[in-house]
């Protein structure tokens, strides 16, 4: 066995918080198929176009680092901060599809798993989790919302 990995820490992170990468397939699979797609819908409101390729590229991305960011907290007890993040950034995704969808009185593509899976697993993830999280509580939505404002800020004003 690895002495650098700890299995009484994977037994501390419950294993639920693998819905974080999951739910996220099913998030991406909306945004780039449902409707006309994320990057057609955003590329109206955006000031640079969001091409296919670059959306493939940002969620690619996005789902391989919540899958580390889940495995690293599954193994090191000290980095459920990292879970923190993701709730925090799911439950803002998915208010942010529904406000992206009132402002502009249209589908935003992502706006029915934002609401339905995402608003709902953010807010049990913050709660279940903050007695894991110890001090990393706080920094990890500081984290979480840093994240999805750069994301945010990068998708609209790249031009």
């Known amino acids: 066995m690895n002495p650098a990995v700890n299995p009484a820490s994977a037994a501390t992170v419950p ?5 974080f990468p999951f739910t996220a397939v099913a998030h991406i699979a909306e945004e780039y ?3 006309q797609g994320f990057p057609a819908w955003i590329s109206q409101y955006a000031e ?3 091409t296919e390729n670059l959306f493939l590229i940002l969620t690619a991305a996005g789902l391989f680092g919540m899958t580390v960011c889940v495995l690293i907290a599954r193994l090191e007890p000290g980095a459920t901060g990292l879970l923190i993040a993701l709730a925090t950034i799911q439950l803002v995704n998915g208010i942010a599809h529904l406000g992206a969808s009132l402002w502009t009185a249209s589908y935003s593509p992502g706006v ?3 609401l339905l899976l995402w608003v709902p697993l953010g807010m049990f993830g913050l709660t279940r989790l903050r ?4 001090s990393g509580y706080l920094p990890g939505i500081i984290g979480g919302l840093l994240f999805h404002a750069a994301l945010s800020a990068t998708i609209l004003f790249r031009g």
């Open 131 to 134: 007695s894991l999280a110890g």
């Open 15 to 19: 294993a639920w918080v693998w819905l």
């Open 48 to 50: 640079t176009p969001l």
């Open 112 to 114: 029915f798993t934002g």
């Open 33 to 35: 198929w449902a409707g």
